[in-house]
Every structure is written in structure tokens, then in C-alpha cells.
């Protein structure tokens, strides 16, 4: 259990670098909703399913681009125009995430990168084109992307809070959101034998906060 303050979105990178260290699962996408979602847009996008990766947009969708030499906010049809264009040059281009950042039922902050050959063919030279890439739903459909450059972490997490806080969801969904959620009830339940119990014999703790507890068991 690594405790940190929650005010400073570097003390959420360092939480997420630790997190990986000790075997977390960020790197390929998991099981959130959202990340379903971005997994199927990456099915379609790379089958040239044009028809399919529309249907994945809201009517409402926007686009927005951060990076430093980025687009224009645009719309569902200004983004059609933009995928056909891409994929008049390549026959082969493939979104494919390296790094989870975040996610949630709404909200998927990601490092991805789009792979291809640079010709029609697809037999040509091949390209690496990395993003940060934040995907808000709608529970249904995707209604909202904005394009980051890939090592603008800090701006990609904040902006990933700002716009999943109204739509956070409750602990639970996964086996440690559930195993935390219990903790949690069992501690405010003043409940000692039920904390014992909860906990494996040789847990470390260890505190990475600047006013830390020293490390136990």
C-alpha cells in the first residue's frame, strides 16, 4: 500500500510509476468501458471500417488537438474527411496503445501510437506516428477526443480529471477496487478483526509522501 497526497498531478505520475513497478497492469488496455471502447475503434480504424468507426462517434462529437503543432477543434464530419485522407495514403494504418495512463467507465488516457506503411500499397516505408490520446464517452459512443503531444503527461492526467470527475464512477468494478472499497467500509466500521483479516500476513507498507510514516508490516 503506497499512501500519497492528492494534490499535485505529479504526485499521480509518481503513484502510477510505482504502480507499474511493483507489477500494475498499465501498458495494454484492460477491461473499462472505455477502454473497450478504444479497443474497437482501434478493430475498426485498422480494417478500414469507415461506416464502423463513424458509429462509434456521438452526433456531437469534437475533436480537439493540443499538441504543439496541432489541428483545429472539428467535429464528427471534419474527422470523417480527416480518416479518409489518412487512409488514402497507406492501407495499412493501426492505432496501437502502449501505455495506459487512466481509465474509467468514461474517461481513457492513453499513449498511442498509429503504425503503417507511407504508400498505398502498404508496401513502402514504414512510420511510427506516436500521441497522447484522451477519449471521453457518453456511455454508448465516443463524444469527445483531444490529441496531446505523447510526453505531455502531466497535461494529459489533468485534463483526464477535469473531464471524468462528473462522471466518476464508485469503486467496485474491479477484483482491487472491491478488495479497497471492503478496506475502506472496514475501517470506518472501526472493525480491527475484520482489518486483520483483510490483510495478507506479510504486507508492506511504505509511505512516499514528503511527511511519511515510516515503512512496516
Known amino acids: 500500500i503506497a499512501a500519497r497526497s492528492s494534490g499535485s498531478i505529479r504526485s499521480t505520475l509518481a503513484m ?3 504502480y ?34 463513424l458509429e462509434l462517434m456521438s452526433e456531437d462529437y469534437v475533436q480537439v ?11 464528427k464530419e471534419q ?10 495514403g497507406t ?16 474517461a481513457l488516457a492513453c499513449i498511442c501510437t498509429y503504425r503503417g506503411s507511407a504508400d498505398a500499397t502498404g508496401g513502402g516505408g514504414q512510420f511510427e ?30 485534463r483526464y480529471e477535469e473531464l471524468a470527475r462528473s462522471a466518476a ?7 482491487a477496487e472491491r478488495l479497497v472499497a471492503d478496506y475502506l467500509r472496514l475501517i470506518e466500521a472501526r472493525d480491527l478483526d475484520g482489518i486483520r483479516e483483510h490483510l495478507a500476513d506479510q504486507i508492506e507498507v511504505e509511505d ?3 511527511v511519511a510514516a515510516p515503512p512496516g508490516r
Not at 464512477?169 to 477484483?175: D, E, K, M, V, Y
Request: proline share 4%; aromatic share 8%; hydrophobic share 35%.
Open 16 to 18: 502510477i510509476g510505482r
Open 20 to 53: 507499474v513497478e511493483l507489477g500494475g497492469g498499465l501498458g495494454k488496455l484492460g477491461g473499462t468501458p472505455a477502454e473497450r471502447m478504444f479497443a474497437e475503434y482501434a478493430r475498426r480504424y485498422a480494417a478500414r471500417d469507415y461506416d464502423g468507426v
Open 65 to 75: 488537438d493540443h499538441r504543439t503543432l496541432g489541428w483545429h477543434e472539428i467535429g
Open 79 to 88: 474527422n470523417a474527411a480527416e480518416i479518409r485522407s489518412v487512409w488514402g
Open 91 to 106: 492501407t495499412d494504418i493501426r492505432p496501437e496503445v502502449e501505455e495506459v495512463l487512466a481509465a474509467g467507465d468514461r
Open 129 to 158: 506516428y506516436p500521441v497522447g490520446f484522451l477519449l471521453i464517452t457518453d456511455g454508448e459512443r465516443s463524444s469527445r477526443v483531444e490529441w496531446f503531444d505523447p510526453e505531455d503527461r502531466e497535461a494529459m492526467l489533468a
Open 169 to 175: 464512477r464508485a469503486l467496485g468494478q474491479t477484483a
Open 208 to 210: 512516499h509522501r514528503p
